[in-house]
């Protein structure tokens, strides 16, 4: 769906995103959501550059509830965790500026 993105599913997100030493994206999406093709190449750049240092993961919510605990409404849903935290999010579709804000936090970059 999100090219070099993980699949997550409610049974392994919380060893694969809280407990990951690593920091994490998760886009919470439907795949047959048409704003998807909106925030890919702007997801996409970031895995490219961070995938390194952060763990970019996609969650399929038609088949997965877990977005509920986190009060997800409207999809795409991008989430930021960092330390078994949630640090940010966007449930709206971001500007390239606002995900490059989020991901520079994550990495603590300002």
Do not use: C, W
Request: net charge negative; aromatic share 16%.
């Amino acid at each position: 769906m999100f090219e070099g993105f993980k699949e997550v599913t409610d049974k392994d997100f919380y060893k694969a995103v809280m407990m990951n030493p690593k920091p994490s994206v998760v886009v919470f999406t439907d795949p047959n959501n048409p704003a998807n093709e909106q925030i890919k190449p702007i997801l996409e750049k970031y895995q490219k550059l961070y995938g390194d240092k952060i763990d970019f993961f996609y969650m399929d919510v038609t088949k997965n509830t877990s977005f509920e605990d986190f009060g997800i409404f409207n999809f795409p849903a991008i989430l930021y965790f960092r330390d078994t935290m949630e640090l940010d999010r966007h449930d709206f579709i971001p500007t390239e500026e606002m995900v490059e804000q989020a991901i520079k936090r994550l990495l603590r970059m300002v």
